[in-house]
């Protein structure tokens, strides 16, 4: 982790005995994998040597660069330079987004060899014999255990985290997490959004899930005294387990409610009523007490003031075949109109790819709820353009729940042309 709190993950494609590269070039072509290699580096900073950066031969779109080099008279249109490790990183804390480590051997040996600077190794795993002169660092699987594998045709990807980090998490479920034995087993990250770092495991016969946010977010602070009014909803809703500050961020454990992303072949239609009926179950609770909603500028509110869940979308629910079995992040749970939630609702749907989908959510909300929203449209205007200027930078959270495919040009002509239809 950087000074300013960024994570730092070296991400490396390795043929067998560790060969990453033939000199300048890489000794392999594997269909796929230098997608996977945008898909978890998009949106962060990379660092790299110069030697690597001269093989690309250009500044990789999405992604701001930073060349190592020792050369002072060095140059490169569209990336920053930097003559260290330690000058790279505060170029990076600069900037302000989590640093993806991409080579070569001796940029991965010097930041694995900096106390405590990555949080993670992403090695894609190739397992081809090629001739090759260029090394990744040996790897100790006990001070680095997978927490992720992820299978693809030709090659599998796992990431490990430090140990360090699970040993904290143990130490929090042992101390206050009222588990017997808090052994931290089979941990594995869960994909689907990217405000906080998610991991399942199990400890002391329990499933449970620690989420960590970004060192400063409050949101650790704001979701506890949500979780203690959800009762009511039962099986649908994690129970808080303990909290607690890391070096990674806040830390926060629940327990772990069954389900999984919504299913990659449900049409967006058939996903709408469940969310229509879960969403009016959650505003069934009392938001009273809670931080109020304070930015209302959209059609008069006519459900009451109710529990607002703040990111009611498909991929903060979780799902067994086209039900709804969960609804998880809370962070964002406030005091207000319901038909803030309605709207997102509708809205993920239309970006899903389907406004009529939209509309069955809708007529299974008030169906549920016995209301109807006289003028959901104006609600409609305020989430699109509360979601114009972020649209794209959604993309991550869809390629989190199986939708790769909606890219961040896809996400904005969507909303653009649900928009045009709103007046």
Same mark, same amino acid.
């Given at each position: 982790? *950087?000074?300013?709190?960024?994570?730092?993950?070296?991400?490396?494609?390795?043929?067998? @005995?560790?060969?990453?590269?033939?000199?300048?070039?890489?000794?392999?072509?594997?269909?796929?994998?230098?997608?996977?290699?945008?898909?978890?580096?998009?949106?962060?900073?990379?660092?790299?040597?110069?030697? *690597?950066?001269?093989?690309?031969?250009?500044?990789?779109? =999405?992604?701001?660069?930073?060349?190592? %080099?020792?050369?002072?008279?060095?140059?490169?249109?569209?990336?920053?330079?930097?003559?260290?490790?330690?000058?790279?990183?505060?170029?990076?804390? =600069?900037?302000?987004?989590?640093?993806?480590?991409?080579?070569?051997?001796?940029?991965?040996?010097?930041?694995?060899?900096?106390?405590?600077?990555?949080?993670?190794?992403?090695?894609?795993?190739?397992?081809?014999?090629?001739?090759?002169?260029?090394?990744?660092?040996?790897?100790?699987?006990?001070?680095?255990?997978?927490?992720?594998?992820?299978?693809?045709?030709?090659?599998?990807?796992?990431?490990?985290?430090?140990?360090?980090?699970?040993?904290?998490?143990?130490?929090?479920?042992?101390?206050?997490?009222?588990?017997?034995?808090? %052994?931290?087993?089979?941990?594995?990250?869960?994909?689907?959004?990217?405000?906080?770092?998610?991991?399942?495991?199990?400890? @002391?016969? !329990?499933?449970?899930?620690?989420?960590?946010?970004?060192?400063?977010?409050?949101?650790?602070?704001?979701?506890?005294?949500?979780?203690?009014?959800?009762?009511?909803? $039962?099986?649908?809703?994690?129970?808080?387990?303990?909290?607690?500050?890391?070096?990674?961020?806040?830390?926060?454990?629940?327990?772990?409610?069954?389900?999984?992303?919504?299913?990659?072949?449900?049409?967006?239609?058939?996903?709408?009523?469940?969310?229509?009926?879960?969403?009016?179950?959650?505003?069934?609770?009392?938001?009273?007490?809670?931080?109020?909603?304070?930015?209302?500028?959209?059609?008069?509110?006519?459900?009451?003031?109710?529990?607002?869940?703040?990111?009611?979308?498909?991929?903060?629910?979780?799902?067994?075949?086209?039900?709804?079995? =969960?609804?998880?992040?809370?962070?964002?749970? !406030?005091?207000?109109?319901?038909?803030?939630?309605?709207?997102?609702?509708?809205?993920?749907?239309?970006?899903?790819?389907?406004?009529?989908?939209?509309?069955?959510?809708?007529?299974? +909300?008030?169906?549920?709820?016995?209301?109807?929203?006289?003028?959901?449209? $104006?609600?409609?205007?305020?989430?699109?353009? +509360?979601?114009?200027?972020?649209?794209?930078?959604?993309?991550?959270?869809?390629?989190?729940? =199986?939708?790769?495919?909606?890219?961040?040009?896809?996400?904005?002509?969507?909303?653009?042309?649900?928009?045009?239809?709103? @007046?």
């Amino acid at each position: 982790m *950087t000074p300013a709190g960024l994570e730092v993950t070296c991400v490396a494609a390795v043929a067998a @005995g560790g060969v990453i590269g033939d000199g300048p070039d890489i000794p392999w072509r594997v269909p796929g994998e230098q997608a996977e290699f945008k898909r978890r580096t998009i949106g962060t900073t990379l660092l790299m040597g110069r030697t *690597t950066f001269e093989s690309i031969g250009r500044p990789l779109p =999405g992604r701001t660069t930073i060349v190592l %080099t020792r050369d002072a008279g060095w140059s490169a249109e569209g990336v920053q330079v930097a003559a260290d490790l330690d000058a790279a990183v505060a170029l990076a804390d =600069g900037i302000g987004r989590p640093v993806s480590v991409a080579g070569g051997a001796q940029v991965y040996a010097a930041a694995l060899a900096a106390p405590g600077l990555v949080d993670a190794q992403v090695l894609t795993r190739i397992p081809l014999e090629v001739p090759g002169d260029v090394r990744y660092p040996d790897l100790d699987d006990e001070a680095w255990p997978v927490v992720e594998t992820s299978p693809h045709p030709g090659f599998t990807v796992r990431t490990h985290w430090r140990r360090d980090r699970l040993d904290g998490l143990a130490e929090l479920l042992g101390a206050g997490g009222g588990a017997g034995d808090a %052994t931290v087993k089979g941990p594995a990250l869960l994909r689907g959004g990217t405000h906080a770092r998610t991991l399942a495991l199990r400890s @002391g016969g !329990r499933d449970l899930v620690a989420r960590w946010f970004p060192v400063g977010d409050p949101s650790v602070g704001r979701e506890r005294p949500v979780l203690e009014r959800l009762a009511p909803l $039962g099986a649908l809703v994690p129970a808080y387990v303990a909290d607690t500050t890391t070096p990674w961020g806040p830390l926060v454990v629940t327990t772990r409610v069954p389900g999984g992303p919504p299913p990659v072949e449900a049409e967006p239609e058939q996903l709408a009523p469940a969310m229509g009926r879960a969403l009016a179950a959650v505003h069934a609770l009392d938001g009273a007490g809670l931080r109020r909603v304070d930015d209302l500028e959209a059609a008069p509110a006519s459900l009451g003031d109710v529990l607002v869940h703040g990111d009611f979308w498909s991929g903060n629910l979780l799902w067994s075949g086209p039900e709804v079995s =969960g609804i998880v992040d809370w962070t964002g749970a !406030r005091h207000g109109p319901g038909e803030l939630d309605v709207a997102w609702a509708r809205q993920d749907l239309v970006l899903l790819g389907s406004v009529a989908a939209a509309d069955l959510m809708l007529e299974a +909300y008030e169906q549920a709820r016995g209301a109807r929203v006289p003028d959901v449209r $104006g609600w409609d205007r305020r989430a699109a353009t +509360y979601a114009e200027p972020h649209v794209a930078g959604w993309a991550p959270n869809y390629a989190g729940i =199986g939708r790769p495919e909606l890219d961040g040009p896809t996400l904005r002509r969507r909303l653009a042309a649900f928009a045009a239809t709103l @007046g």
